[in-house]
């Protein structure tokens, strides 16, 4: 069901987000160090641009699992409820 008020009460499924950039930085290793040993410096660069914009982001992503159930809510957390002052 769509409240109207999903940008403001979105939430993350941070741990599919985790596996999916560990998976992203497993590629971009492979990747850096393959291009990097064919002697493809271009793609090797971009690889590890790659690598460094997936580190961040894994950074992020535990940095908001671990600020507990607020921004990785359990079973036992309830949806937030929408917003009542909308028409």
Known sequence: MRTGSEPATARS???ARF???????VWAVFGTTVFALTGRPGWAAACGVLWVIVMVDLGVIVRHIR????YQPG????PYRPPRDHP
């Open 13 to 15: 499924a941070l741990r």
């Open 67 to 70: 600020q507990g159930p607020h």
């Open 75 to 78: 079973r036992d957390i309830p």
């Open 19 to 25: 596996w999916l950039s560990l998976w992203g930085l």
